[in-house]
């Protein structure tokens, strides 16, 4: 089979799904639909991936095609523009499950239970470019699921909490066992999707360098802010994408996806958002993670101290995922700059860094603070770039370092850590922010929306 190639024909669709703008959700919608699931919600769950992921798909691939400075033309930014098109392709034309009529009716009866509203995610006008800031009008586009629907039905696009709510209680012996064939059949098809774009992050990074080195043929380059941008909403996408596909709904008695996660049931979970997520716990094992591989970075027996200040008791819904990888980056950066600054003879003299965990009524904070030497006022606004690095990488530069970042977690020199933590922080309506004190050290303040009510920040 040779390489995937975009058809007249597929474009035609992929234009026609990035007319419509994406649908966002909460933690708080996503909790409260895994946590009443049964079979009809499950139902309406798969039907919201399959016009919800297309949608999303198509607004990537559109961009990615219009991509400004000749950038879209790199070699790695087209392998990444066929994957998103070719699951966009497997998404569409999956065929939709056998549905009797009366089931159908009986699922489109009206409840009055109906999920929270989500609020506006504070971070989005800063990922939509200007032309995107007034809202999309219209029709869904028609996925291969909404053929299950009544001819001349008319599906209009409206928020998660109007379209997918508790449905009534229909007896399990009337979802037919194709269902049940469907369900598995969709699962293998969304882990093929996932398998696929593993490498997202770094082909990206890797189209991005080929773009600087052909136009600055090795002169020092600054990424121009349109490209920034771009990236921050291209890879803001790419974390919700993830997050529909790996979060999965389970109903009782009955085993089956609203998306991947395979895991064993725990009281505690819904799906991979943990309802009671343990923030000293998070922290700590974070804190394990960085200085495990600080000392192994810097061939220390012990890297420098961290204290943390936090209630053991302090629990909220988040996706532990999501706060591990936050945590481990940022204390990655601040153990590098406190050895680099002090060195590594005296090891029992390196300053202590503090990690202080508190909680007000609308954010959980955490404060990460180094004597690290801190970062000159001139370069603040250069460390949320991407590829850009304090650390001396060599004669290879970033581009052997992004080879070695699927394999292993460097120390640093990716250029990644900080703008995608702060995506991460930003996804639930958080957010990062550093102040710097040259000659002394650096505090980062990391914001979690302990409320769990922000929609997705959805460019579109």
Avoid at 192 to 216: C, F, M, Y
Avoid at 322 to 345: D, M, P, Y
Wanted: proline letters at 9%; one cysteine or more.
């Amino acid at each position: 089979m040779g390489p995937f190639r975009i058809t007249p024909q597929l474009w035609e669709r992929i234009h026609h799904y990035a007319a419509f703008p994406p649908t966002g959700v909460s933690l708080q919608q996503m909790i409260r639909f895994g946590q009443n699931s049964t079979p009809g919600t499950l139902l309406k769950g798969s039907q919201f991936l399959s016009e919800e992921l297309p949608i999303r798909l198509a607004h990537r691939v559109k961009e990615l095609d219009q991509l400004p400075m000749n950038l879209g033309s790199m070699p790695s930014i087209n392998v990444v523009k066929n994957w998103y098109a070719q699951s966009f392709e497997e998404l569409i034309t999956f065929p939709p499950p056998p549905v009797p009529l009366e089931l159908v009716q009986a699922l489109s009866e009206p409840t009055t239970v109906r999920l929270p509203e989500a609020s506006p995610n504070p971070c989005m006008r800063q990922l939509l470019p200007k032309s995107s800031l007034s809202s999309s009008k219209g029709s869904s586009p028609s996925s291969s699921f909404s053929a299950m629907l009544p001819s001349g039905t008319n599906r209009i696009h409206v928020p998660m909490e109007r379209r997918y709510y508790s449905v009534p209680n229909i007896p399990l012996a009337s979802f037919p066992p194709q269902l049940h064939e469907y369900n598995q059949r969709f699962t293998k098809t969304l882990e093929n999707i996932k398998r696929r774009h593993d490498p997202t992050v770094t082909t990206v990074a890797q189209g991005v360098l080929e773009w600087k080195n052909s136009r600055s043929k090795g002169a020092p380059f600054e990424t121009p802010r349109e490209i920034q941008e771009w990236l921050d909403r291209f890879y803001m996408s790419r974390i919700g994408i993830r997050f529909l596909i790996g979060q999965r709904g389970s109903i009782k008695r009955v085993v089956s996806h609203v998306a991947l996660n395979t895991l064993q049931p725990h009281p505690d979970y819904v799906g991979i958002i943990c309802t009671r997520s343990n923030v000293h716990d998070i922290v700590s094992e974070a804190i394990e993670n960085a200085r495990f591989v600080c000392e192994e970075h810097y061939a220390m027996f012990k890297g420098p101290p961290v204290h943390l200040i936090c209630p053991k008791d302090l629990n909220f819904p988040y996706v532990p995922g999501h706060l591990s990888h936050i945590v481990f980056e940022l204390l990655k950066n601040s153990l590098r700059a406190v050895v680099e600054r002090f060195g590594t003879q005296d090891e029992s003299r390196l300053p202590a860094i503090k990690v202080i965990v508190v909680e007000g009524k609308e954010d959980i904070t955490i404060k990460i603070s180094d004597e690290g030497g801190g970062i000159p006022r001139s370069a603040i606004p250069l460390i949320w770039t991407y590829m850009y690095t304090t650390m001396d990488l060599g004669e290879h530069g970033v581009e052997e370092n992004l080879r070695d970042s699927d394999f292993k977690a460097p120390m640093a020199g990716f250029g990644y850590g900080l703008p995608l933590s702060r995506l991460y922080a930003r996804y639930f309506g958080g957010d990062l922010k550093l102040i710097s004190m040259e000659g002394y050290g650096t505090d980062v303040y990391i914001h979690l929306n302990r409320l769990s009510s922000s929609a997705e920040p959805l460019p579109y």
